[in-house]
């Protein structure tokens, strides 16, 4: 009978831990950016609450303008990671889809009751949805390369931005009263179905990235006017700009259709051109010309 000899226990000897290599800063600080943005809209929840109805906006704004931050400079810093684009995704879920949501309810959805709330429920699940059909069409490895200058839908930064116009509205003086208020109940509607329609929306991903020397000094002087309009007629300024974006919607889909067009006229000639090693293609006079006189050479 055999036994088996293990070797004593060395109480002396340390486990060994796994050693992780330390994190580059310029990997933390777009996620850093991410949680600021996280805490703007948060903050718009609780003044909300509140009834500071424009300090709700304000930061709605701000979680915006970090938002549009976060990516772009961990692409420039090189420091996208996965825990990186899941962070992002679940802070947009807050500030761009509840966040909103409550600021409306609270603003005055709530008039409605009921109906108030479900509109708002209706606006924070589409956010959800369309937030996680972006997660996994960015992993689609068939899409063509000019489909990067398009989102599918209204994406969620520009959602919460566009739901909240008759909030602008009102905060201009346009105010209808329950009236207005049914109508800020089928906007938020018609703004939640366009986030999760097949609606393709300029991306804007790819612009911006190089400025020609002439033009560093415009850009600079545009920039610093756009802030201080914001910041001088807030509500004049977002109400202009949402109607624009708006505007701009039907251009997205004729130019996603251009594209979709060119990519049609010029399948057949790739297919008709690719001709496999060692095969003829029939669809070339030519070569069925070839096929019959190696026939022939067969039978003689």
Not at 58 to 78: E, H, N, S, Y
Not at 88 to 107: Q, R
Request: proline share 7%.
């Amino acid at each position: 009978m055999r036994f088996m000899v293990f070797p004593p226990f060395d109480p002396s000897q340390r486990a060994r831990h796994r050693r992780f290599k330390p994190i580059p800063v310029r990997t933390l600080l777009p996620n850093l950016i991410t949680l600021l943005a996280l805490c703007a809209g948060l903050t718009a929840i609780r003044v909300a609450v509140e009834n500071n109805i424009q300090l709700a906006l304000a930061a709605i704004v701000l979680a915006a303008l970090l938002d549009g931050i976060d990516g772009r400079l961990a692409r420039m810093l090189k420091g996208t990671s996965r825990f990186g684009a899941e962070l992002d995704s679940l802070a947009d879920f807050v500030n761009f889809g509840v966040a909103p949501a409550l600021i409306l309810y609270f603003w005055g959805l709530h008039d409605l009751k009921s109906a108030g709330w479900i509109a708002g429920l209706v606006f924070a699940i589409c956010a959800g949805l369309r937030l996680a059909r972006f997660n996994v069409m960015s992993d689609d490895p068939s899409r063509p390369a000019w489909a990067g200058n398009f989102f599918t839908g209204i994406p969620a930064p520009a959602g919460a931005i566009t739901v909240l116009l008759p909030i602008y509205l009102d905060l201009l003086g346009v105010s209808g009263g329950l009236v207005g208020t049914w109508m800020a109940f089928f906007y938020t509607l018609v703004i939640a179905l366009l986030m999760v329609s097949r609606l393709p929306v300029f991306s804007g991903k790819r612009v911006g990235k190089r400025v020609p020397p002439e033009m560093v000094l415009p850009v600079f002087v545009l920039v610093v006017l756009f802030f201080a309009l914001l910041i001088s007629y807030p509500w004049e300024v977002l109400s202009i700009g949402t109607f624009a974006y708006l505007a701009c919607l039907p251009f997205g889909y004729w130019s996603y259709r251009e594209y979709q067009r060119k990519d049609a006229a010029a399948a057949p000639a790739t297919v008709e051109t690719s001709v496999p090693a060692g095969e003829a293609s029939l669809t070339h006079p030519l070569a069925k010309d070839d096929v019959d006189d190696e026939r022939l050479t067969r039978l003689n």
